[in-house]
């Protein structure tokens, strides 16, 4: 079990009072993460120890942020059980990830004809991208539906998946309304007709133990400010096999190994695919986040995760009358994700009242608009847990929830 009060002590932000002395209330870690120490004092101890540029000085200080930087890279490899450092890329953040398989696997493998697979689920950077694909290239796009629990349907798998699927690209936990997405079963069946397989792990890698040799995917993205490191810094796993394939996205300095004025050669994985100067101290940083990360055990975040979810999820029945809540009933098939509605009230309007209370939480359609949509609703409330989240705060939101649904229910609204 973790230590919740402790790990509080770890995020200075957690103490911090809004409006009129109230305690904040962070129920909004899917959007972004809040930071601890671990993570702010290594960006500090970069820009004030060792800031110079890496791969290029023979100078002491290039030495010894290449060496950090490097070693970010071997911890977030091992983090998701990747077979090697060389085959995680770093970007900006999940939606860049995705961009690059597109933009380099994309242009390669698809062609007039072949079909790429999305769930209805699915955030707009795992759509977007796939939807100007398809249009570029005169591909199909086919979404695989949810059940009335928002969770996949599984029967329907079988019917879209066909040898035309060249990808399966699929997000491994809705942001949207929580449901975890049994990837490594779907991951066998798009093999089994032939298809590369890319899972969007925004919302897993921050939250559970992921392994993408279990899951024997080709692809995973995720962002760094999502699992406790800074934002701008983000990875996209590729299977080696498939990385030595595949052309640059972004060219230009670092990314080559010898230049003429008329042609240039590609450098070594991974730097082929780390065009410029990168964003060193936020690799920096977020080798501290996973550093932070498995100190506690992923094991162990997943399972407090289910025991605040399933609190969430009890307490709510409260309101069965009024609100919708979205996602699997089972704490087990989801993430600390909370997505509700009342029919007559605006989630803008529940989301400031709960503002005033010091609760943030998000309102909206959370970048998934067809999704979102697919719910009959233009927007929902969504409160997400992460590691430093309590029952207590549950309580207050569950409190300034029935506060907030009885000044609408007089009419104030
Ligand atoms: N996919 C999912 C499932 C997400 O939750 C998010 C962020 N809300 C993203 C992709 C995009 O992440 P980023 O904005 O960090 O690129």
């Not at 719910?375 to 989240?389: D, E, F, H, I, Q």
């Amino acid at each position: 079990m973790l230590d919740v009060r402790k790990i509080r002590e770890d995020f200075p932000v957690l103490s911090k009072k809004v409006y009129d002395g109230r305690p904040l209330i962070w129920l909004d870690s899917a959007a972004t993460s809040q930071k601890p120490r671990q993570v702010i004092q290594a960006l500090v101890d970069y820009y004030e120890g060792y800031n110079a540029n890496v791969h290029r000085g023979v100078h002491a200080l290039s030495m010894e942020s290449t060496e950090r930087y490097d070693e970010a890279r071997a911890k977030v490899a091992a983090f998701i059980n990747a077979d090697s450092p060389e085959t995680v890329l770093w970007t900006r953040n999940t939606t860049e990830s995705i961009n690059l398989v597109a933009n380099s696997w994309g242009e390669d493998n698809i062609k007039a004809g072949d079909d790429i697979v999305v769930t209805a689920l699915e955030h707009h950077s795992n759509l977007v991208p796939w939807q100007q694909l398809a249009r570029k290239k005169d591909a199909n796009l086919h979404i695989l539906p949810i059940t009335e629990e928002h969770t996949l349907d599984m029967d329907a798998v079988d019917n879209i998946l066909s040898p035309h699927t060249r990808l399966l690209a699929m997000a491994h936990e809705s942001n949207a309304v929580g449901t975890i997405v049994p990837v490594k079963e779907l991951a066998k069946k798009a093999r089994a007709v032939g298809a590369a397989v890319l899972v969007d792990g925004a919302q897993s890698v921050p939250h559970m133990p992921v392994d993408v040799q279990d899951m024997d995917c080709d692809f995973l993205a995720f962002s760094g400010h999502k699992m406790l490191g800074p934002t701008g810094i983000g990875g996209l796993y590729v299977k080696r096999e498939v990385l030595e394939r595949m052309s640059p996205f972004l060219t230009g300095g670092d990314m080559v190994l010898a230049v003429s004025y008329e042609d240039a050669s590609w450098n070594e994985l991974p730097m082929r695919f780390e065009a410029g100067t990168p964003n060193i101290s936020g690799v920096v940083g977020l080798g501290a986040a996973v550093d932070y990360l498995q100190n506690l055990g992923m094991e162990n975040i997943r399972e407090h995760e289910i025991q605040l979810t399933k609190y969430a999820l009890d307490s709510f029945k409260q309101f069965e009358e009024e609100l919708d809540v979205y996602g699997p009933k089972d704490p087990n098939k989801r993430g600390a994700i909370v997505s509700f509605h009342h029919p007559d009230v605006h989630p803008h309007d529940l989301g400031t009242l709960l503002d005033r209370r010091g609760i943030a939480i998000r309102t909206g359609h959370h970048c998934s608009m067809p999704m979102v949509r697919s719910l009959g609703v233009p927007a929902t409330a969504r409160a997400s847990m992460y590691l430093y989240n309590t029952e207590e705060e549950v309580d207050e939101l569950v409190d300034a929830l029935r506060e907030a649904l009885r000044y609408f229910g007089n009419g104030a609204g």
